[in-house]
């Protein structure tokens, strides 16, 4: 049986003045009429190959972001298991929304569900927020979806790593901060979901600021300099007593 994927079409979804581009804030959205509720008291449940050929749905994606200590992200290339996304870098991680039981929680629980089935989180989960919607109409992959973007708060990065067999296409995936992030876009392409998402994360500060990595460098190599003196002071202290 072929699994049945959640979308909306979009005559609905865009009617009464709920158009939008780029990115709209869950509180915004909610002034327009859209939020989870209308989403799924107008949802169809259709095959993902079937909605691939009608262009008047949009398919619900759950796309989240993963934060973890000291404002790092999980970001990571793209595989070829989506052609129309290979090599492209993101920091967004999810999928297409299935029908559960769970009515009430279904969004909730198909995010968790989605990044579980690529990245290996075990307990390290603080929490998830829903933060809004991404539209995009310039891409063949954009135009057929509509993103629900949320934010998962985590911990003891380190240790999280794609799943063995279901995040293969997760490529050079690791926690990076701010500067690292804008060094990878000077050089590749990161796909436009990840960019608006990126750029809502610098608007609500969850990036520490570069003056924070400054610092940090400049106190380590101060600490490392006073501990090497201390040695060194000590070593001649030994000496002169001998």
């Known amino acids: 049986m072929k699994k049945e994927i959640l979308a909306v079409r979009r005559g609905k979804l865009f009617a009464d003045g709920r158009t939008f581009r780029n990115f709209i804030s869950k509180e915004d959205a909610k002034t327009i009429g859209l939020d989870r509720n209308f989403i799924l008291a107008n949802a169809e449940y259709l095959p ?10 949009k398919q619900i994606i759950a796309y989240c972001v993963l934060l973890g200590d000291y404002g790092h992200v999980f970001s990571y290339q793209r595989g070829p298991r989506e052609p129309r996304l290979k090599d492209k870098w993101s920091i967004g991680i999810g999928g297409h ?13 198909n995010v968790i569900k989605r990044v579980n089935e690529e990245v290996d989180l075990g307990s390290r989960v603080m929490g998830l927020r829903h933060l809004g919607y991404i539209n995009c109409e310039d891409s063949s992959v954009n135009k057929d979806h509509l993103a629900m973007l ?8 380190g240790n999280i790593k794609p799943q063995k067999e279901t995040g293969k296409d997760l490529l050079h ?14 050089k590749h392409e990161f ?20 003056e924070f990595y400054k610092f940090t460098g400049f106190f ?9 003196f201390y040695f060194l002071l000590n070593f001649a202290w030994m000496s002169h007593s001998c």
Not at 150 to 156: F, I, N, Q, T
Not at 220 to 228: D, G, H, N
């Open 97 to 109: 929304i299935y029908k559960m039981d769970d009515k009430w929680d279904m969004m909730k629980s």
């Open 173 to 186: 995936a690791e926690f990076r901060s701010q500067p690292e992030i804008e060094k990878i876009m000077e």
């Open 150 to 157: 949320y934010l998962k708060d985590v911990y003891d990065v």
């Open 220 to 228: 380590l190599i101060s600490f490392l300099f006073l501990l090497c």
């Open 191 to 210: 796909e436009e979901w990840s960019e608006i998402a990126y750029n809502v994360l610098l608007k609500e500060g969850k990036f520490k600021p570069k």
């Open 48 to 57: 993902k190959s079937e909605l691939e050929n009608k262009p008047e749905y």
